[in-house]
T-cell receptor, first 111, second 113 residues
Framework: KNQVEQSPQSLIILEGKNCTLQ??????????LRWYKQDTGRGPVSLTI?????NTKSNGRYTATLDADTKQSSLHITASQLSDSASYIC??????????FGAGTRLTVKP | EADIYQTPRYLVIGTGKKITLECSQT?????MYWYQQDPGMELHLIHY???????EKGDLSSESTVSRIRTEHFPLTLESARPSHTSQYLC????????????FGPGTRLTVT
């Protein structure tokens, strides 16, 4: 069983709408959690990185939250654009900096 | 935009051929990684390096090999390509200080026929 589970597996929304992606993890001891955006055929690009003490972090229209007690994170996208269509990957690192990747959520934004 | 490069971007090659996927970074990062990713699936770590002359196998068993003779260069070699090697290969490097931000190259899409 993967130590990082993401949901939903895929999501289709209309341009301009908001959406929230979920990430649950069991990685321990926890060091940090990152959200990446991966366009088709490209390498992932970092959106946010949060450590244990951080509850929320924003990067433009992207806002990530972290609840280290329940081991859950979310990525909220506001006012979606067509260019937001991509896979969003949650990555959790332990204290040895070993990274565990989620399978990603495939987001499609339609006009 | 991260300074990490991969060549070729796309490669179609016949079974049994030897191939080398190139990866280089100009950020002076000590740590470099190779991941394998099938379409719609998560990334799997196949090799990593903590510096020159350091190479380790990752979580996913791979028939490929790597070398790290120079800090900026981390090539991956398949001695005899097989159709099962068809996949996307992503190279990454990470900073030398916490939180060790990881930067990815654009990837090489390998197809073995």
């Amino acid at each position: 069983k993967n130590q990082v589970e993401q949901s939903p597996q895929s999501l289709i929304i209309l341009e301009g709408k908001n959406c929230t992606l979920q990430c649950n993890y069991t990685v321990s001891p926890f060091s940090n959690l990152r959200w990446y955006k991966q366009d088709t055929g490209r390498g992932p690009v970092s959106l946010t990185i949060m450590t244990f003490s951080e509850n929320t972090k924003s990067n433009g229209r992207y806002t990530a939250t972290l609840d280290a007690d329940t081991k859950q994170s979310s990525l909220h996208i506001t006012a979606s654009q067509l260019s937001d269509s991509a896979s969003y990957i949650c990555v959790v690192s332990d204290n040895n900096n070993d990274m565990r990747f989620g399978a990603g959520t495939r987001l499609t934004v339609k006009p | 935009e991260a300074d990490i490069y991969q060549t070729p971007r796309y490669l179609v090659i016949g079974t049994g051929k030897k191939i080398t996927l190139e990866c280089s970074q100009t950020m002076g990062h000590d740590k470099m990684y190779w991941y394998q990713q099938d379409p719609g699936m998560e990334l799997h770590l196949i090799h990593y390096s903590y510096g020159v002359n350091s190479t380790e196998k990752g979580d996913l068993s791979s028939e490929s090999t790597v070398s790290r003779i120079r800090t900026e260069h981390f090539p991956l070699t398949l001695e005899s390509a097989r159709p099962s090697h068809t996949s996307q290969y992503l190279c990454a490097s990470s900073g030398n200080r916490a939180p060790y931000e990881q930067y990815f190259g654009p990837g090489t899409r390998l197809t073995v026929t």
